[in-house]
């Protein structure tokens, strides 16, 4: 089986529309709606043409697909925000704490608020990773997942100093979301999988606008709402493991939505951008060597497969088919990670 990665292109709307039917909702960054698919793919367009020296940090969107070269057909995707926050404000909970002493009653009382916060605003966002489910559990997840990171470390100047991700909240078996219940639920008027089909259509901004902005205090939020803060859907939990090796970490940053954890990383961190080799091809032919993604190419042109590779004093000797499916030739520059 041969998969390469790529820049999506208006002509995967079908595939994408059709995996995004299979997330089962809650899934801000792929909804299922052809309209806001087309939307992102020409946004996508417009940042993959935008080229040249000294380009200023701008909000560009990214989206990759991962076709299997055999058949043609794409059976993932992922994203990539360069900056957020920047036209539209961007907004989180934070969780913090404030503690209170009474000397009459001898008592230090302790409270968890969560307090509305553009912080993140100016990171850069890895987001909308997903498999086909046939696909899942053979390592596409990772070759999708981590390609980004070498994206990144080839188009480093049009990324913030920090990345985020958000994973999805709790949704309970009814489709429900108890934190939503708990606070957006109070001011909206609309169920949650109202508010998520509201949102696949129109966007998340009318979360943030009608948002409660003072702090909330989590004891007086329901039981079910407080253990949800901060845990990701059970879905979620390999796209988690996979930020955690990447160096990425939840500091106490929830989706205002649905209370899903905000995974944070300095992007210098991010262990597959700071381990990524980025030197020339000096062999094609290479019959055995250490598993590796091998990526080629800037914008549009971006591929990233797996491979073989072996570091050498001049440069990278790859195999011939990593060679043929990233169009490489000897004396291309490639960047590297183990496997
Ligand atoms: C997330 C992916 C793409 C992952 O693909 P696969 O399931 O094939 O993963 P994989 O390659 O088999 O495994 C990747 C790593 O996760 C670990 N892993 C797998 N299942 C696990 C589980 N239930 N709990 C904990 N860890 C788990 C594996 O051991 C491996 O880590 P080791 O190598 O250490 O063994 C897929 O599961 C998927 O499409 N899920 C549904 C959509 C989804 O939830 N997407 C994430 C949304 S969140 C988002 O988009 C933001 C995050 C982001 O973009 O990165």
Redesign the pocket.
């Given at each position: 089986m041969s998969f390469i990665i790529r820049a999506a292109t208006p002509a995967d709307l079908q595939p994408l529309y059709e995996m995004a039917k299979l997330?089962g909702g809650g899934?801000t960054?792929l909804p299922p709606d052809r309209n806001s698919l087309t939307a992102k793919l020409e946004r996508a367009g417009q940042s993959f043409a935008r080229d040249g020296e000294d380009l200023d940090l701008a909000d560009e969107l990214f989206v990759m697909v991962l076709e299997n070269t055999e058949t043609g057909e794409v059976r993932?995707t992922?994203?990539l925000f360069t900056q957020v926050g920047q036209s539209l404000p961007f907004y989180s909970y934070r969780l913090t704490t404030l503690t209170q002493h009474s000397i009459e009653l001898e008592r230090t009382v302790t409270a968890e608020m969560l307090v509305l916060t553009n912080d993140l605003g100016g990171c850069s966002e890895?987001?909308?990773?997903?498999?086909?489910?046939n696909?899942?559990?053979?390592?596409?997840?990772?070759l999708?997942?981590r390609s980004?990171y070498l994206y990144i470390a080839a188009h480093r100047e049009r990324f913030g100093d920090r990345i985020l991700?958000?994973?999805?909240g709790i949704i309970d078996d009814r489709g429900g979301s108890p934190f939503w219940d708990a606070i957006g639920g109070k001011f909206f008027g609309m169920s949650f999988q109202e508010a998520d089909e509201f949102n696949a259509v129109n966007g998340n901004q009318f979360i943030a606008d009608l948002m409660p902005k003072h702090p909330v205090y989590t004891a007086l939020l329901s039981e079910e709402a407080r253990k949800v803060i901060g845990l990701p859907?059970?879905?979620?939990?390999?796209?988690?493991?996979?930020?955690e090796?990447e160096n990425f970490s939840y500091e106490g940053y929830v989706d205002i939505f649905d209370g899903g954890p905000t995974?944070l990383a300095r992007t210098d961190n991010v262990t597959s951008i700071k381990n990524a080799a980025h030197v020339p091809v000096v062999d094609i032919e290479l019959e055995a060597g250490e598993k590796a993604l091998i990526a080629a190419g800037r914008l549009a042109n971006f591929r990233c497969c797996y491979g073989a590779r072996e570091l050498r004093d001049d440069g990278i000797a790859i195999d011939s088919r990593a060679a043929d499916l990233l169009r490489v030739a000897k004396g291309d520059m490639v960047w590297s990670i183990a496997r």
């Open positions: 997330t899934f960054n993932g992922s994203q890895v987001g909308g990773l997903f498999l086909h489910p696909e899942r559990a053979g390592g596409l997840g990772l999708l997942a980004r991700a958000e994973l999805r859907h059970p879905n979620g939990r390999a796209a988690m493991r996979m930020l090796n995974m």
